[in-house]
């Protein structure tokens, strides 16, 4: 094509493309999350396209739903509404709309060509400048360059370089605040004080892995992780920050439950707190009283900012999203996943290898975007169950190698008991003596393991642990962590299920 072609011809756009992702978005509000910030109203060629995406943007962003019907008031306004049929045409573009796991790819050449007509623009900028003597030729490529490097820059969703000095005042920020905080800690508490001591308690845009066997006790850890942070949370006000506040003690904590539902979630934490076991409330053996103690737990933790979210299979892409639009709405400190292996990819014809690493990589970009920890449970392969110790390693984790190299720190549960309580010997023998003097030394005991820590040390902590109520303990200390405090000081967040 020569250059005397390119003169007349328009500048690249697809109004197609723009028509499909709108009514993608106007049909399903939550694949604004999925095609990310990238995507701004001035990429749009179509002026009353640029309005659309705006309007749809606003409306979702502020938590409200955006249609066609809701969408058109706001619109009414514009030069060229009524020119395009008003309402009709925004319902026409959702009845109209393609399949929408299609929107990034949309999103992404609706950008692409919005940078070739910037391209465009420059070449033309430049030959103008060619001709301008005020300033040397020089100086001309240096603008050229700043301005190139803006479009280069434009849609990358990197961190701005930080300058050492601004990197090191904040890690004395962070030494400081850790010296100020009970416990010394420079992350959030666990509410375990040697695991608290080995880990530094959970750091934000840390990736943690807490994995296990079956009937270890690898969700009910995290349950009772995720309880102690939002029942400690205490937070002050901050306009820069999330819904206006900022954290000073605990967190908010989003809850990715693949696995329980809400309420068997939730039941695990009353049983916790009430003190009251979970089988007995399972099979209807609880008496009065011990139904009053569920109850006032129920009550008591009804505000603590503790927020489950129980969808089953979700995809990787759509939970971050899910997760993205509740810190921005609601702000979150903590987010814990059970489990990564039952979360799903829109990888076709991968395997799950390649799967999980896409998770893990997904689970990591989160934290460090958020800057949150990120625990995520994990399923160990069943090469454990083969070995005579059957503590587990790195190399037992299933799908292990991208699970590895993302996590900064890899824990495992270990209960000794539940293995030994499966080699009872027969009653009234010489062996069954000895395995009986074995379980007292392991029953009611746990282990987590720190199997990799990038910023720390590896080794075993050692747990107390109640099966009835699934209850992770302090050993052998003071009631530091293990006492009951008081819920006055915390908001008002109820305990949610689902959200949207």
């Avoid at 990238?38 to 705006?54: D, K, T």
């Avoid at 066609?68 to 009709?88: E, M, R």
């Avoid at 066997?213 to 939002?230: C, D, E, Y």
């Avoid at 190299?405 to 549960?413: K, L, Y």
Wanted: some cysteine; charged content about 25%.
């Amino acid at each position: 094509m020569t250059p005397s072609d390119l003169q007349f011809r328009p500048l690249p756009h697809n109004l197609e493309a723009e028509s499909a992702l709108l009514g993608i978005l106007l049909f399903d509000n939550e694949k604004l999350e999925a095609i990310g910030g990238q995507l701004r109203p001035e990429h749009f060629h179509e002026p009353y396209h640029q309005a659309i995406f705006h309007a749809l943007r606003s409306e979702a962003g502020a938590g409200r739903l955006a249609d066609p019907t809701l969408i058109a008031g706001t619109l009414v306004s514009h030069p060229a509404h009524q020119d395009y049929g008003g309402y009709k045409y925004l319902a026409a573009l959702m009845e109209k709309s393609p399949p929408a796991p299609a929107a990034r790819d949309y999103a992404r050449q609706i950008y692409d060509l919005a940078v070739r007509r910037d391209l465009s623009r420059l070449g033309d900028s430049l030959k103008v400048q060619a001709h301008n003597f005020d300033q040397t030729a020089v100086a001309h490529i240096a603008d050229a360059e700043g301005v190139l490097f803006g479009l280069a820059e434009s849609g990358d969703k990197a961190q701005a370089i930080v300058p050492f000095a601004a990197a090191s005042a904040r890690a004395v920020a962070m030494a400081e605040a850790a010296f100020k905080r009970d416990g010394k800690l420079s992350g959030i508490s666990t509410g375990l004080v040697d695991l608290d001591r080995k880990l530094g308690g959970l750091h934000p845009s840390d990736l943690l892995i807490l994995a296990g066997r079956p009937s270890m006790g690898k969700t009910a850890l995290a349950t009772n992780i995720a309880f102690h942070v939002a029942r400690s949370y205490v937070w002050e006000p901050d306009d820069g920050a999330p819904s206006g506040r900022r954290t000073v003690d605990g967190g908010r904590v989003f809850f990715g439950s693949l696995e329980m539902s809400a309420e068997q979630l939730a039941a695990r934490i009353l049983s916790e707190r009430s003190g009251v076991p979970g089988d007995r409330i399972r099979k209807g053996e609880a008496d009065a009283h011990e139904i009053r103690l569920y109850a006032d737990a129920a009550t008591e933790l009804s505000s603590i900012p503790l927020f489950i979210d129980p969808t089953g299979g979700i995809n990787i892409q759509k939970f971050c999203a899910r997760a993205r639009r509740h810190h921005r709405q609601h702000g979150i400190d903590l987010i814990v996943v059970d489990y990564l292996q039952l979360m799903t990819t829109d990888l076709a014809g991968g395997n799950r290898t390649q799967e999980v690493g896409i998770i893990t990589g997904a689970l990591k970009a989160l934290a460090k975007e958020l800057n949150v920890p990120v625990l995520a449970l994990s399923q160990l392969s069943r090469q454990v169950e083969q070995r005579e110790d059957k503590r587990p390693m790195l190399s037992d984790l299933r799908e292990s190698g991208s699970i590895e190299q993302d996590a900064d720190c890899v824990m495992f549960v270990y209960r000794d008991a539940y293995y030994q309580a499966r080699k009872e010997p027969r009653e009234n023998t010489p062996e069954h003596l000895a395995w009986s003097d074995e379980m007292a030394h392991v029953d009611g005991l746990a282990e987590v393991i720190v199997g990799k820590q990038r910023h720390g040390p590896i080794g075993t902590v050692r747990l107390s642990f109640d099966e009835d109520t699934t209850k992770f303990g302090n050993l052998g200390r003071d009631d530091r962590y293990g006492h009951t405090p008081s819920l006055s000081r915390e908001p008002v967040y109820s305990f949610a299920g689902g959200g949207q």
